[in-house]
């Protein structure tokens, strides 16, 4: 089972940046669309962003559009989820996944599979 590793969160002040990162040690991304999705304390995991296999298309939640902007590459088989103009509502436990669409409306895995660890994300003054 594809299993991928996340890192880059922290601690950052509203309105900074923080750039993520999802690599696979013993696997090659370059056959997978990749997304990225948060959870929140409280709140249902979401999908916040998905990017296709070649990295030709993107899609994002609209909470984040403008702001945060995914990209791949896979000659070091990792992909980014680089985030800017943060906000406090942004804050959650952030993981990378395989096989991301949108389905009825939303960025979803379309293939059952484990999380992972993920990384926190944590936006306050």
């Known amino acids: 089972q594809l299993q991928l590793v996340v890192s880059g969160g922290g601690l950052v002040q509203p309105g900074g940046s923080l750039r993520l990162s999802c690599t696979a040690s013993?696997?090659?991304?370059?056959?997978?669309?990749i997304g990225w999705f948060r959870q929140a304390p409280g709140k249902e995991r979401e999908g916040v962003s998905c990017i296709s296999s070649t990295g030709s298309g993107t899609d994002y939640v609209d909470s984040v559009k403008g702001r945060f902007a995914i990209s791949r590459d896979n000659a070091k088989n990792t992909v980014y989820l680089q985030m800017n103009s943060l906000k406090p509502e942004d804050t959650a436990v952030y993981y990378c996944?395989?096989?991301?669409?949108?389905?009825?409306?939303?960025?979803?895995?379309?293939?059952?599979?484990?999380w992972g660890q993920g990384t926190q994300v944590t936006v306050a003054s």
């Open positions: 013993r696997f090659t991304l370059d056959s997978y669309a």
């Open positions: 996944a395989p096989d991301c669409a949108r389905v009825l409306g939303q960025i979803r895995r379309w293939r059952l599979g484990s």
